[in-house]
Protein backbone atom coordinates (compact mmCIF):
# COMPACT_ATOMS: atom_id res chain seq x y z
CA UNK A 1 0.00 0.00 0.00
CA UNK A 2 1.47 3.47 -0.76
CA UNK A 3 1.52 5.87 1.49
CA UNK A 4 3.09 9.65 0.95
CA UNK A 5 3.51 11.85 4.37
CA UNK A 6 3.94 15.80 3.62
CA UNK A 7 5.79 17.73 6.43
CA UNK A 8 7.94 21.13 6.33
CA UNK A 9 5.49 23.36 6.06
CA UNK A 10 4.92 26.51 7.69
CA UNK A 11 3.68 30.57 7.70
CA UNK A 12 6.82 32.68 6.55
CA UNK A 13 7.69 36.27 4.96
CA UNK A 14 8.11 37.04 1.59
CA UNK A 15 12.02 36.12 0.72
CA UNK A 16 12.43 33.47 3.14
CA UNK A 17 13.14 29.81 2.81
CA UNK A 18 11.22 26.23 3.76
CA UNK A 19 11.90 22.71 3.27
CA UNK A 20 9.50 20.40 2.91
CA UNK A 21 9.90 16.68 2.95
CA UNK A 22 7.79 13.58 1.86
CA UNK A 23 8.03 10.27 3.13
CA UNK A 24 6.90 7.44 0.89
CA UNK A 25 5.86 4.05 2.12
CA UNK A 26 5.22 1.41 -0.69
CA UNK A 27 6.37 0.40 -4.18
CA UNK A 28 6.05 4.38 -5.19
CA UNK A 29 9.59 5.68 -5.15
CA UNK A 30 11.42 2.88 -5.93
CA UNK A 31 9.82 2.41 -9.42
CA UNK A 32 8.66 5.76 -10.29
CA UNK A 33 10.46 10.05 -10.90
CA UNK A 34 8.67 12.07 -8.16
CA UNK A 35 7.17 15.26 -7.87
CA UNK A 36 5.95 17.71 -5.81
CA UNK A 37 2.75 19.52 -6.83
CA UNK A 38 0.92 22.30 -5.43
CA UNK A 39 -2.18 23.20 -5.00
CA UNK A 40 -3.35 27.15 -4.25
CA UNK A 41 -7.07 27.77 -3.09
CA UNK A 42 -9.29 28.01 -6.12
CA UNK A 43 -6.76 26.71 -8.38
CA UNK A 44 -5.97 23.44 -10.00
CA UNK A 45 -3.15 21.48 -8.82
CA UNK A 46 0.29 21.92 -10.27
CA UNK A 47 3.43 20.30 -10.86
CA UNK A 48 6.28 22.84 -9.65
CA UNK A 49 9.10 20.16 -9.60
CA UNK A 50 10.56 16.46 -10.69
CA UNK A 51 13.54 14.18 -10.04
CA UNK A 52 13.97 11.05 -11.90
CA UNK A 53 15.59 7.50 -10.13
CA UNK A 54 18.81 8.86 -11.20
CA UNK A 55 18.05 12.38 -9.77
CA UNK A 56 17.50 14.14 -12.73
CA UNK A 57 15.58 17.17 -12.11
CA UNK A 58 12.64 19.68 -14.18
CA UNK A 59 10.96 22.83 -12.69
CA UNK A 60 8.16 25.02 -13.42
CA UNK A 61 9.06 27.66 -15.06
CA UNK A 62 7.50 29.74 -11.82
CA UNK A 63 9.99 28.24 -9.02
CA UNK A 64 13.11 27.52 -11.31
CA UNK A 65 16.34 28.91 -9.90
CA UNK A 66 14.14 29.24 -6.38
CA UNK A 67 13.53 25.69 -5.66
CA UNK A 68 15.39 22.40 -5.34
CA UNK A 69 14.51 19.03 -5.27
CA UNK A 70 16.39 16.26 -4.17
CA UNK A 71 15.90 12.49 -2.80
CA UNK A 72 17.52 10.17 -0.46
CA UNK A 73 16.99 6.60 -2.00
CA UNK A 74 17.83 5.25 1.35
CA UNK A 75 15.29 6.63 3.00
CA UNK A 76 12.34 7.14 0.98
CA UNK A 77 12.17 10.35 0.83
CA UNK A 78 12.21 13.09 -1.43
CA UNK A 79 12.81 16.82 -0.34
CA UNK A 80 12.10 20.51 -1.43
CA UNK A 81 14.23 23.48 -0.63
CA UNK A 82 12.41 26.58 -1.13
CA UNK A 83 13.97 29.76 -1.28
CA UNK A 84 13.29 33.31 -1.92
CA UNK A 85 9.66 32.42 -1.55
CA UNK A 86 6.96 34.78 -2.75
CA UNK A 87 2.96 34.95 -1.67
CA UNK A 88 2.25 33.37 -5.05
CA UNK A 89 3.90 30.13 -3.56
CA UNK A 90 1.06 29.79 -0.84
CA UNK A 91 -0.54 26.91 -1.43
CA UNK A 92 -0.92 22.96 -0.13
CA UNK A 93 1.74 21.29 -1.17
CA UNK A 94 1.80 17.46 -2.29
CA UNK A 95 4.09 14.86 -3.39
CA UNK A 96 3.48 11.95 -5.58
CA UNK A 97 5.17 10.39 -8.88
CA UNK A 98 5.33 12.41 -11.18
CA UNK A 99 4.88 13.73 -14.64
CA UNK A 100 1.84 11.21 -13.99
CA UNK A 101 0.34 10.94 -10.42
CA UNK A 102 -1.02 7.93 -8.72
CA UNK A 103 -4.21 7.82 -7.30
CA UNK A 104 -2.75 7.86 -3.49
CA UNK A 105 -2.41 11.32 -2.55
CA UNK A 106 -1.04 12.41 1.37
CA UNK A 107 -2.35 15.18 3.47
CA UNK A 108 -0.28 17.67 1.70
CA UNK A 109 1.53 20.79 4.25
CA UNK A 110 0.33 24.27 4.07
CA UNK A 111 2.83 26.78 2.92
CA UNK A 112 1.85 30.19 3.67
CA UNK A 113 3.79 33.19 2.62
CA UNK A 114 3.17 36.75 4.00
CA UNK A 115 4.17 39.68 2.01
Known amino acids: QVQLVESGGGLVQAGESLRLSCAASGSIFSINAMGWYRQAPGKQRELVAT???????NYADSVKGRFTISRDNAKNTVYLQMNSLKPEDTAVYYC?????????WGQGTQVTVSS
Open 96 to 104: NAAPEPSDF
Open 51 to 57: ITRGSST
